[in-house]
């Protein structure tokens, strides 16, 4: 089937035809046939690269231009927004109307918010969070949208984002009947199911644009599931390593998934090692260039350093103790074929589209803190495996186990390549789970009595695969915590949330979380410190994991907090009588240590080495921190306790930018961060109006500073500038420039 051959709008099929697609891959075809484009609910399930996304620009645009429709679509990560609002923008040349252009908007921060703002935008590129989060707001435009696509529906299976997107569809569905639903999915074993709950047809293949070749590699002998085997040459001790090589000899790529962080970072500098090897002296310069670009992105750590040196040597380790920026960089480094091996934990697997010719599946084990070891599942593997084979470089991706015995070699055929993915289960009957949603939905007014909750929990797909009167005794016992936590009120049949209830609900956090805080903040404690606050948030479920301590932080920790007893909000548990509960407690006071660090000016690396922890980690905990402190302000305003505002206020800011009080004023300024903050503030330049008479010649010779970022400080604090300093200035700026072109 052509594009210019679909019932689709003129001006879309110029601008596919003209950036190379002319004809569709058979998925694609199949979900036209299936009535896609005639408004049919549907569900896609098919391999990775295999079209599904273009399926979903055919309906929106569709939606948009035929029938003056509105468009949301949903994805489970911030990455995957970005990376799907990247390949919408092709369609913003297209008019929609004589007045406008097809708009397309992205919002996945800020769950505080019905961002009005949206209205204007045709197509709405959002995570499921924030999606949960404008329903709860109950955002007007969003009972326009005619069409909602859902990425990656099997993480319906996953117990932490599988529930907000299942009752994200359940919403959608029951404020808008006539919405059409496309859920795109990888290959599932019960995609039927699925597709009855959303009351849709569905598509189901195999098919991929890239063979997929599956093995098994046993010593130097890698047998296919087609009968197929091939002899790999061993170079080194580790078979990882040695398909690495071969596939970077032959001029591929390779993506090595390891269990744990440590053991794809110790991977890393193995491969390095070997690979560097291979490399030619032009493509050694373009990785120096990359190199230098990693250490400028952020605050220079042990870790940068680190992955600087492997990047130097076309490889480098992905996982989420990286920071954001890092990650950016690595994928953008391996997509332009610079990075030639990549190792990284199984999490990259449900994130970015990173192909490569060649993944290895070091351990079919994955670690998990507290639980140990334990066999991935089948899902797992198809989606790492999902990864060979890159669109446009490869006639052929391969997939490869690692075996050590005959015996595990037979076992790893038959339990992951000839296996069947699991079937989906919903995960949301968890009462931690189920509690926020339960108080939405009253609180966003979707509905209004104990049946009108029932009902609406009735169109999950929970109760479609186990019928609702599995979850109602959960719903029952939620509805007691709320009512007796003063969020829900009741009167005669009908149930209202209290204005404590329906802020909490706004605010996005666990009602367990809001009763924490409300609690900490009737506490008459003789002083309130950033301490206090730092670890009455980090003693909340929304913290997220906790900073765990190592056994041989314990005794320490125990002395700190002993130390800081009158500061806590919380009461610790008594140690001897649930050991469990107290070393959580104590990694809850090692999360407020932290954070008390960061927000004392301790460098990253300082952090990174004193609690042994991780950028990605540090980052996640400073951005919960940042919602949590704001959740307490909020709180308190609304409970009238005026005297700690200035106190969240002030430690808000503080989190956010990493840095002490003195410094509040400078880190305001666009390119002023934490580190040249203190360059200036130790300087002499304290204040803005310090800043403002200092001549700019003095603030160019800071370390750090530069004429550039010097122009750009005075341009926002305004004083007197001399006009041939300026041209003096632009001169050299023009002149780098221009020696850095043409180095």
Sequence with gaps: MKIINLPIPEPVKEILIKSGIVELYPPQEEAIKAGALEGRNLVLASPTASGKTLVAEFCALKHILEKNGKIIYLTPLRALANEKFDEFKKYTSIKKDDSRRIRIGISTGDFDSSDPWLERYDIIITTNEKADSLLRHRAKWMDEISLVVADEVHLLNDAERGPTLEVVLARLMQINPDIQVL??????NNVQEIAEWLKADYVTTEWRPILLKEGVLL????????GDARKIEKETRNPAINLALNTVKSGGQALIFAATRKNAVMLAKKVAGEIEQVLSKPIKRALEHEAERILAASERTRISELLAELVKRATAFHHAGLGGSHRKLIEDSFREGKIKVLTATPTLAFGVNLPARTVVIQDYRRYEPGYGYYPISVLEYKQMAGRAGRPKYDKVGEAILIAKTADESDYLMESYILAKPERIWSRLAVERILRSHVLATIAADFAHTERGIYDFFGRTFYAHQCEIGAIKGIIAKILKYVYDEEMIDVSGE?????EFGKRVSELYIDPVSAVIIRNALRKKLAYITDLSLLHMIAHT??????????SREL?????????????????APDEWEDRITYEQFLGEVKTAMVLKGWIEEMTEDEIIEKFRTQPGDLYRTIENAKWLLYATHELASLFGNKGILP???ELMERVEKGVKKELLPIVKLEGIGRTRGRILYNSGYKTIEDIKLASIEDLMNLPLIGPKLA????????GFVKKEIWEKLEKEEVWKQKALTEY
């Design 494 to 498: 009908n149930i209202y949330a209290t």
């Design 541 to 550: 479920p929304d913290m997220g994991p906790i900073m765990r301590p190592y």
């Design 219 to 226: 010593h130097e002998e890698i047998q296919f599931k087609d």
């Design 183 to 188: 859920a795109l999915s990888a290959t599932i």
């Design 711 to 718: 122009k750009k400080i005075k341009e926002q604090v305004g």
């Design 647 to 649: 106190k969240t206020a």
């Design 555 to 571: 005794d320490a920790i125990a002395v700190f907090m002993e130390e800081h007893k009158p500061e806590f909000m919380v009461d």
